[in-house]
């Protein structure tokens, strides 16, 4: 599940790889992956790569003569730069940018679903695109004051993933973020006094900040399907605290799992289990 670090990572790696090439051809495999008309994909043929960018949990892929690929792996897309062409019965393939060299960068998606999407926009234009225009300031590297940008009463853990409130964490860096300030997920956001606020500030932009550095250094093309994200705590439950030594705790959701620890967390109480809950009633 690629979030700020991961993504960031894949604009700086394929960006330096790939700047200057020229588009050959664009296809869209996906069903309803291109969610743009205009200007349509063969817009791009014989123009040039620029550059890789991110804002938040997008990519912006800019091409010569003021064009950008908007591009969302949502949670299980990828972007993956290839010495060769993918193949007609390639599943995974939703968005295939042709470039010169017989090089190409593709956008995959695993399993069944198909939500990964890209737009083809004016460069001028992404700003306004809405999944860009309502972003909120960015979580790395110096995200502003989180007494104000997190005043709302909304647990923590809700309020970090809002890419609207503050842009690039998700549901794994989230339980490293709250672990390493110390705070319960379900605490509310307009509940941090400053030196909480200031503590939660900090862990975000040190956390993600210390994956990209860990990925520098570890990580060159090609970028497995499967990231190695260091992560300490997430999805950890059972094991022993990094800090403390008692065991993580987990709270189960229909599709993802929240983990923390009770003695650092949350004052020593032991969190429901929503999944267990659901069975019991
Ligand atoms: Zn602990």
Same mark, same amino acid.
């Given at each position: 599940?690629?979030?700020?670090?991961?993504? $960031?990572? *894949? @604009?700086?790696?394929?960006?330096?790889?790939?700047? !200057?090439? $020229?588009?050959?051809?664009?296809?869209?495999? !996906?069903?309803? %992956? #291109?969610?743009?008309?205009?200007?349509?994909?063969?817009?791009?043929? !014989?123009?040039?790569?620029?550059?890789?960018?991110?804002?938040?949990?997008?990519?912006?892929?800019?091409?010569?003569?003021?064009?950008?690929?908007?591009?969302?792996?949502? &949670?299980?897309?990828? #972007?993956?730069?290839?010495?060769?062409?993918?193949?007609? /019965?390639?599943?995974? &393939?939703?968005?295939?940018?042709?470039?010169?060299? =017989?090089?190409?960068?593709?956008? /995959?998606?695993?399993? %069944?679903?198909?939500?990964?999407?890209?737009?083809?926009?004016?460069?001028?234009?992404?700003?306004?695109? $809405?999944?860009?225009?309502?972003?909120?300031?960015?979580?790395?590297?110096?995200?502003?004051?989180?007494? =104000?940008?997190?005043?709302?009463?909304?647990?923590?853990?809700?309020?970090?993933?809002?890419?609207? *409130?503050?842009?690039? *964490?998700?549901?794994?860096?989230?339980?490293?973020?709250?672990?390493?300030?110390?705070?319960?997920?379900?605490?509310?956001?307009?509940? #941090?006094?400053?030196?909480? @606020?200031?503590?939660?500030?900090?862990? %975000? @932009?040190?956390?993600?900040?210390?994956? #990209?550095?860990?990925?520098?250094? %570890?990580?060159?093309?090609?970028?497995?399907?499967?990231?190695?994200?260091?992560? @300490?705590?997430?999805?950890?439950?059972? =094991?022993?605290?990094?800090?403390?030594?008692?065991?993580? =705790?987990?709270?189960?959701?229909?599709?993802?799992?929240?983990?923390?620890?009770?003695?650092?967390?949350?004052?020593?109480?032991?969190?429901?289990?929503?999944?267990?809950?659901?069975?019991?009633?």
């Amino acid at each position: 599940m690629p979030e700020l670090p991961e993504i $960031e990572i *894949v @604009a700086r790696r394929i960006g330096e790889a790939v700047r !200057g090439a $020229e588009f050959e051809s664009a296809l869209a495999p !996906g069903v309803n %992956t #291109l969610r743009s008309f205009d200007p349509p994909l063969h817009a791009l043929d !014989g123009r040039a790569l620029v550059g890789v960018r991110r804002r938040g949990k997008l990519l912006l892929v800019d091409v010569t003569g003021d064009l950008t690929v908007l591009v969302h792996l949502m &949670s299980a897309g990828r #972007l993956q730069l290839f010495h060769k062409r993918a193949g007609p /019965r390639d599943r995974t &393939s939703r968005l295939l940018l042709r470039l010169a060299g =017989e090089r190409e960068l593709r956008l /995959r998606e695993f399993g %069944t679903r198909q939500s990964a999407w890209a737009k083809l926009l004016p460069t001028a234009s992404v700003e306004e695109d $809405e999944t860009i225009s309502t972003l909120g300031p960015e979580a790395w590297p110096d995200p502003p004051p989180f007494d =104000e940008l997190l005043a709302h009463p909304r647990p923590l853990h809700n309020l970090l993933r809002d890419q609207r *409130v503050i842009a690039g *964490v998700g549901r794994s860096w989230v339980d490293e973020i709250l672990h390493a300030a110390c705070l319960s997920p379900f605490k509310r956001g307009d509940d #941090l006094d400053a030196d909480e @606020a200031e503590a939660l500030r900090r862990a %975000t @932009a040190t956390a993600l900040g210390g994956a #990209l550095d860990f990925y520098e250094r %570890t990580l060159t093309l090609p970028i497995p399907d499967k990231l190695p994200m260091p992560l @300490a705590v997430h999805r950890r439950q059972g =094991e022993p605290c990094p800090r403390c030594g008692t065991r993580l =705790e987990a709270v189960f959701y229909e599709d993802y799992v929240m983990t923390y620890c009770p003695v650092c967390q949350t004052e020593g109480r032991v969190l429901k289990d929503r999944r267990l809950s659901r069975l019991l009633k």
